[in-house]
């Protein structure tokens, strides 16, 4: 397993833009799909990003198309989760995690978590 951090999270006004990035430490982060996922008080953990080990297949959620940007670079053991035109709806724990199936679009096959970092986005 990798371990995962999350940094980059904080208080925004809508609109707004943030960058959250996630560390790994391992020699093998290049195998894994990594993800972001999101939990807001009273609610279910949402997937709101992934990408594939070798970063040619992406997923969305439909709530943040067009607003969010994944990337990866394995040089540095990093995901980043680019947050642009946000919106209150956005506030939540944002946590990062990856996967080494070959189903990783599916959550339960993310196995390593970060703590989190959490984001607010004020109206």
């Known amino acids: 397993q990798v371990q995962l951090v999350e940094s980059g999270g904080g208080l925004v006004q809508a609109g707004g833009s943030l960058r959250l990035s996630c560390a790994a430490s391992?020699?093998?982060?290049?195998?894994?799909?990594m993800g972001w996922f999101r939990q807001a008080p009273g609610k279910e953990r949402e997937f709101v990003a992934g990408?594939?080990?070798?970063?040619?297949?992406?997923y969305y959620a439909d709530s943040v198309k067009g607003r969010f940007t994944i990337s990866r670079d394995d040089a540095k053991n990093s995901v980043f989760l680019q947050m642009n035109s946000l919106k209150p709806e956005d506030t939540a724990d944002y946590y990062c995690?990856?996967?080494?199936?070959?189903?990783?679009?599916?959550?339960?096959?993310?196995?390593?978590w970060g703590q989190g970092t959490q984001v607010t986005v004020s109206s």
């Open positions: 990408m594939r080990w070798s970063g040619d297949n992406t």
């Open positions: 995690a990856a996967s080494l199936s070959s189903r990783w679009y599916d959550i339960t096959t993310f196995t390593s």
């Open positions: 391992g020699r093998t982060f290049s195998r894994y799909a």
